[in-house]
């Protein structure tokens, strides 16, 4: 049985709640497939290593980390991981290089390559949630916060030990009422999106 590690945040900023997170622990068991979530620190410092520990040793077949996008109106499947972190805190209080106080953008790794494609199915994805009737887009831009820090940071980790995982980034809209005016989807159509990409990761 093959096994899938998948990754939701906690809320962040002025949000209360993150529809990642919680369409993370609402997830069902997917066929011919072993699940263990885990939900993340908005965090430079401590969100990559609790997904390398699990990863050590649990030692997944496929990694699917989701984040939210504020302001999508569909599911964003990512495609593409950079070695970039932007200028933005997190919420221990912190910036990418540790300090306190702005210091500009930095590398995710100092002097590794510039970026990494994800390695999930993504073409299969894509096509079972169109087919599902669920907005869905690709995405060629994880952004410069922690979102993409993982994504790099995974596909990173994987090329330094020769792995084969299939790993990849599934950003969500907000969830309904979650932001007014904003757009939206409902949680349940987001944990439906969610099981149907874990069902084509391979």
Same mark, same amino acid.
């Given at each position: 049985?093959?096994?899938?590690?998948?990754?939701?945040?906690?809320?962040?900023?002025?949000?209360?709640?993150?529809?990642?997170?919680?369409?993370?622990?609402?997830?069902?068991?997917?066929?011919?497939?072993?699940?263990?979530?885990?939900?993340?620190?908005?965090?430079?410092?401590?969100?990559?290593?609790?997904?390398?520990?699990?990863?050590?040793?649990?030692?997944?077949?496929?990694?699917?980390?989701?984040?939210?996008?504020?302001?999508?109106?569909?599911?964003?499947?990512?495609?593409?991981?950079?070695?970039?972190?932007?200028?933005?805190?997190?919420?221990?209080?912190? &910036? @990418? /290089? #540790?300090?306190?106080?702005?210091?500009?953008?930095? !590398?995710?790794?100092?002097?590794? =390559?510039?970026?990494?494609? $994800?390695?999930?199915?993504?073409?299969?994805?894509?096509?079972?949630?169109?087919?599902?009737?669920?907005?869905?887009?690709?995405?060629?831009?994880?952004?410069?916060?922690?979102?993409?820090?993982?994504?790099?940071?995974?596909?990173?980790?994987?090329?330094?030990?020769?792995?084969?995982?299939?790993?990849?980034?599934?950003?969500?809209? &907000? @969830? /309904? #009422?979650?932001?007014?005016?904003?757009?939206?989807? !409902?949680?349940?159509?987001?944990? =439906?999106?969610?099981?149907? $990409?874990?069902?084509?990761?391979?």
């Amino acid at each position: 049985m093959k096994k899938i590690l998948v990754t939701g945040f906690e809320p962040f900023g002025k949000d209360a709640r993150n529809p990642s997170g919680e369409s993370v622990r609402m997830l069902k068991e997917v066929e011919n497939a072993e699940i263990r979530k885990l939900i993340l620190p908005v965090s430079w410092k401590r969100a990559f290593p609790e997904v390398e520990k699990v990863w050590d040793l649990w030692k997944p077949d496929a990694l699917l980390m989701v984040g939210l996008a504020g302001g999508s109106t569909a599911i964003r499947i990512e495609r593409i991981g950079v070695n970039l972190c932007g200028e933005i805190i997190d919420m221990d209080g912190r &910036y @990418a /290089d #540790g300090s306190a106080s702005p210091s500009g953008e930095h !590398p995710v790794i100092a002097g590794n =390559r510039e970026a990494f494609f $994800a390695t999930y199915h993504h073409e299969a994805i894509l096509k079972a949630l169109k087919e599902a009737e669920i907005p869905a887009k690709y995405s060629f831009s994880a952004g410069t916060y922690i979102c993409n820090y993982l994504l790099y940071s995974s596909l990173a980790k994987m090329a330094r030990e020769n792995g084969n995982m299939k790993i990849g980034f599934i950003h969500l809209p &907000y @969830a /309904d #009422g979650q932001k007014e005016g904003a757009p939206s989807m !409902p949680l349940d159509t987001m944990v =439906r999106a969610l099981e149907t $990409a874990l069902s084509k990761i391979f």
